[in-house]
């Protein structure tokens, strides 16, 4: 079986400023890959960025980084730069990839950016 | 941009009755997913589809809900009879092959929000 643990339900952030989300992780995959999704008040997943378990760079993709420490069980989420338009509900997820490519989700982190 | 469309967006009913909810996912996409959101939680899986054949429903509620996929592009889920604690988002996810899945996740489409009276 699969977790994923978000520890802060709310998070605040400057507009500008740069902010990490925690997310730990537990599996017993020796091959698998972690996800963050954004979910603004409208409902939709919007996929952010990937980290494979074998990949030895952080991923990267625009604002977003991920800092993947797997002795640790982590994959935080960073967001530069901080835009008003960053206020949403954010997921981690994890997926095995043994065969079933499901997803498992965390309870997530509201993000709420201040002008 | 390809989309998963899904519908209603939100849906109001009376527990006791029944439901239904519709996904067409990206054409070409073989792997259905539909997930299940409830108030301030991550979305759950409830069902998984590839093709036309049920790959996982062991989190389906099987007494009231069920699933299907026919033809093995659009998807109808259904609740009957729906219970107050049916409240959620559900979302439907499609994926073209695991592989894929690995480097892009899933597309999720914009979900429909179920509130049960």
């Known amino acids: 079986a699969q977790k994923i643990t978000q520890t802060q339900p709310g998070m605040f952030v400057q507009e500008k400023e740069a902010v990490t989300l925690d997310c730990t992780y537990d599996?017993?995959?020796?091959?698998?890959?972690l996800f963050w999704y954004k979910q603004p008040s409208s409902g939709e997943m919007i996929f952010l960025i990937y980290q494979g378990s074998y990949d030895e760079q952080n991923a990267t993709e625009g604002r977003y980084s991920l800092n993947f420490q797997k002795a640790r069980k982590s994959a935080n989420l960073v967001i530069s730069a901080s835009q008003l338009g960053d206020s949403a509900m954010y997921f981690c997820a994890i997926m095995s990839e043994a065969g079933s490519y499901q997803l498992t989700f965390g309870k997530g982190t509201k993000l709420s950016v201040i002008p | 941009e390809a989309e998963v469309a899904q519908s209603p967006r939100y849906k109001i009913t009376e527990k006791s009755q029944a439901v239904a909810f519709w996904c067409d996912p990206i054409?070409?996409?073989?792997?259905l997913y539909w997930y299940r959101q409830i108030l301030g939680q991550g979305p759950e899986l409830l069902v998984q589809?590839?093709?036309?054949?049920?790959?996982?429903d062991s989190q389906l509620p099987k007494d009231r809900f069920s699933a299907e996929r026919l033809k093995g592009v659009d998807s109808t889920l259904k609740i009957q009879p729906a219970e107050l604690g049916d409240s959620a988002m559900y979302l439907c996810?499609?994926?073209?092959?695991?592989?894929?899945?690995?480097?892009?996740?899933?597309?999720f489409g914009s979900g429909t929000r179920l509130t049960v009276v």
């Open positions: 599996t017993s995959d020796q091959s698998y890959g």
């Open positions: 054409s070409g996409h073989a792997t």
């Open positions: 996810a499609s994926s073209l092959d695991g592989t894929v899945s690995q480097l892009y996740g899933y597309t």
């Open positions: 589809f590839q093709d036309e054949s049920v790959v996982d």
